[in-house]
């Protein structure tokens, strides 16, 4: 299973972007979906997170401004940036756990590429 990752860029400070990452492969099912973000010198961090049921979870510091969604159809899932700060620029993952048709009895857990988020002020 791959996970792609696309729409990251440069943006200024308070603008919006689109991140969107689909899974594909051999996949029997996708439970959650989500991002992270590292910054230069920091720990990975989880930025948003959505269940199959569609809960969705968020850190603390982009609530209100990050939206995340996904298509169960497609295997995509997509975070809606807006009014981007400074802090917000690092290299975001997407993520998803799920099984694959070759164990459906083992689940695992898919990463895929890193995209760049540059927020200049």
């Known amino acids: 299973v791959q996970l792609q990752a696309y729409g990251g860029g440069l943006v200024q400070f308070g603008g919006s972007l689109t991140l969107s990452c689909t899974a594909s492969g051999r996949i029997f099912s996708i439970n959650g979906m989500g991002w992270h973000r590292q910054a230069p010198g920091k720990a990975r961090e989880l930025v948003a997170s959505?269940?199959?049921?569609?809960?969705?979870n968020y850190a603390d510091s982009v609530k209100g401004r990050f939206t995340i969604s996904r298509d169960n159809a497609k295997n995509t899932v997509t975070l809606q940036m807006n009014s981007l700060k400074s802090e917000d620029t690092a290299v975001y993952y997407c993520n998803a756990d799920g099984r694959e048709v070759r164990n459906v009895l083992i689940p695992q857990n898919w990463w895929g590429q890193g995209t760049l988020v540059t927020v200049s002020s």
């Open positions: 959505i269940t199959s049921a569609g809960t969705t």
